[in-house]
């Protein structure tokens, strides 16, 4: 390694992105004081004295037919970035997660002899699985959070690093249920639903309607029933609320910002997206329900596209069905509240289930910042 300042480039593409970037940040400054990170981060990275060229959210785009719309634009980021750390030469750059984004740059700077990692491997296993080759001209080492991830690397001999998950590492293995809901002010005795609609603006105005209508109908059925609704930021909370006002004005809810983990923790049974979510649920040892919809288009093409039998991380890391899953024109209020309904009726079930979360939470949990540190390391003293 150089004598002179470590200049490390990163570049992350959405929250969740910005707030492993940030843990791996710390991990390395650990080992290297005086490093310096710069690229394009969010407020997480940035606390973590990170430089950003670019606000995380221009980068912060999902769905086929999205993408499509924001191409130009993301074009000419990725020309200008490549443009920016071929002239800085960083020692190694790292991009996490955003795919399709950060792979081509991985591509790019590497052909200029710059080493390369990616954090975060994209689903490649479940869809488009030719990627796999493009990732190994890419990138020096792939560092995957799921260890199903690397057995599949493995068999295209594609350098991989199963590090772990550090959502699996933050929480506990024994959530104490009855500490967040005096924290969140919810009755001991009382059923919890927790209903999260999403992180982004699409996902809010796709699903809330449907979420909402449905925990209608569960609450029929289960008087006194305490519905919690955690929301990412203002602008989400005053999506929701204007929904909930057309769709569900007379329904009682109680809405947290920014108390996704604890309002899992305290609930009973959640209503949720894929993705994150689903997984931090299951960390939370909350039961689930996984409703999730798409511009139509966007689901029509991934439906030729996807090979995996589920879309919720639980499933993927069990190998089977545990929680339900209602995509698209399956994900209706009525089979939403009827699934929930049978979680919250079914006292065994939920904790067969929990015992099944807690197994999947143990296999995860390997202080993923620290395995990050030691792969970037490693990279750096070849």
């Keep these: 390694m150089s004598a002179l300042p470590i200049i490390i480039g990163l570049v992350a593409g959405e929250t969740s992105g910005d707030i492993l970037g940030a843990g791996m940040i710390r991990a390395l400054r650990v080992y290297l004081p005086q490093v310096r990170f710069v690229g394009v981060a969010g407020p997480h990275m940035q606390a973590e004295g990170m430089e950003t060229w670019y606000d995380i959210e221009e980068l912060a785009v999902m769905g086929i037919v999205?993408?499509?719309?924001?191409l130009p634009r993301l074009w000419r980021i990725r020309r200008d970035l490549t443009r920016r750390f071929t002239a800085l030469r960083p020692e190694v750059f790292?991009?996490?997660d955003a795919p399709d984004f950060t792979i081509a740059l991985e591509g790019c700077l590497k052909r200029r002899g710059i080493r390369t990692i990616h954090y975060v491997s994209p689903s490649v296993w479940a869809w488009r699985q030719k990627r796999v080759f493009k990732i190994g001209r890419a990138t020096d080492n792939v560092l995957a959070c799921l260890p199903f991830e690397k057995e599949f690397y493995d068999r295209y001999n594609i350098p991989c690093q199963f590090i772990g998950h550090t959502l699996a590492d933050a929480m506990p293995l024994e959530p104490d249920k009855a500490a967040a809901r005096r924290e969140l002010d919810i009755p001991a005795s009382a059923r919890c639903l927790a209903i999260l609609p999403g992180s982004r603006k699409s996902e809010v105005a796709m699903l809330s309607a449907d979420f909402l209508r449905a925990a209608e109908l569960v609450s029929q059925h289960l008087p006194g029933l305490e519905i919690v609704v955690?929301?990412?930021?203002?602008?989400?909370?005053?999506?929701?609320?204007?929904i909930k006002d057309a769709v569900a004005p007379n329904l009682s809810v109680r809405l947290f910002d920014n108390r996704s983990r604890q309002t899992m923790i305290a609930a009973d049974a959640a209503l949720l997206t894929s993705g994150t979510a689903s997984l931090e649920c299951m960390l939370a040892q909350c039961p689930m329900v996984v409703g999730y919809r798409m511009k139509s288009l966007t689901f029509a093409l991934a439906r030729r596209l996807v090979t995996t039998k589920w879309v919720s991380l639980p499933n993927l890391l069990a190998g089977r069905e545990l929680?339900?899953?209602f995509l698209q024109k399956a994900c209706r209020p009525e089979t939403l509240a009827a699934s929930l309904v049978e979680i919250l009726d079914n006292d065994a079930q939920r904790a067969a289930l929990i015992v099944t979360f807690r197994h999947l939470h143990q296999q995860i949990r390997c202080n993923a910042d620290e395995q990050v540190?030691?792969?970037?390391?490693?990279?750096?003293?070849r």
């Design 66 to 70: 999205e993408v499509i719309e924001r």
């Design 94 to 96: 790292i991009g996490i």
């Design 230 to 242: 955690p929301l990412v930021n203002p602008a989400r909370r005053v999506q929701f609320e204007r």
């Design 323 to 325: 929680v339900r899953e």
């Design 373 to 381: 540190a030691r792969a970037v390391l490693a990279l750096l003293n």
